[in-house]
């Protein structure tokens, strides 16, 4: 089986999800550290224009979206589990709720108060990147409604954890774990005001320190470019056909168009090879990088025809 290798950075409270998950399951790894701005060309040679993070390459199968990421590790290595207690479901929901109601709290509280320590041109990006999901203009206006709103976001957190279960959904660590941690511990990191913000949630900081203690698994630092290189000599996965009850009406090897439905929305064109309830997924070629298959979740994204002849 190809080495896991994960482009993402640092500060991205998405990739610390998929770090724990690769802690959870001991597993070896490689990162990349992913670029920051566009036009992001080693990415994009990998993913054909879908710029956000994190993005995991195992050898020339990529995939977008930490949805689709947990779902793909799960599948790979499913001991120990990230939905224990037959919890699919309702891990994989409570992403929407992470990833866009505690993520704006979080973040958008951490980049207003912080706004002014941005590099110009990163500040540049982001305004466009997060066009029409949050107005970075008015952040630091927002400031105190964004404090209140993540006050809330931990009380719900701390009342999950009030029977005094060491996790999430009782005495196993799940993903819905990790949903929950990410952005708090982004505001940890970046909140110098954090745990006043916090002190009264005891049961969620002792939660904290069990999810922290999980770690990241083995993991080694490579360059983009043997990223690129270990495409090139790879063969992705066939595909697995496109559902024929799909409202689309689309079939195998159609030119399609993928793009996700919130921010960030760079999109990708290739030739479909999987449509179904789970996972839409594009055969590509690159100069770069050889053929590739970029798979995303269904949920979250667009999917329409391409216009190419």
Known sequence: MSTITLHSFAASPFGEKVRLILGLKGLVWQSVDAELILPKPGLTALTGGYRKTPVLQIGADIYCDSRLIAEE????????????????????????????????????????????????????????????????????????????????????????LSDSRSFWLGEAPSLADFHAYVDIWTARVYLDFAQELFKNFHKMSLWEERVR?????????IDIAEAHESARCSTPLPGHGVDSEDALGLSRGDDVIVTPDDYGQGHTTGRLVTLTTREVALVRDDPLVGQVVVHFPRIGFRISRSSKP
């Open 213 to 221: 203690k999980i770690g990241h698994g083995s993991n080694r630092v």
């Open 73 to 160: 590790l799960e599948t790979r290595y499913p001991i120990p589990t990230i939905f224990p207690g037959n919890s699919k479901g309702l891990c994989l929901a409570l992403s929407s709720w992470s990833d866009r109601d505690l993520h704006i709290a979080s973040s958008g509280l951490v980049i207003g108060v912080n706004k002014s320590k941005f590099p110009p041109d990163l500040m540049a990006d982001r305004e466009k990147f997060f066009e029409g999901f949050m107005d970075l203009h008015r952040l630091e206006e927002d400031v105190p409604h964004l404090k209140t709103q993540l006050r809330a976001h931990a009380s719900l957190i701390e009342e999950q």
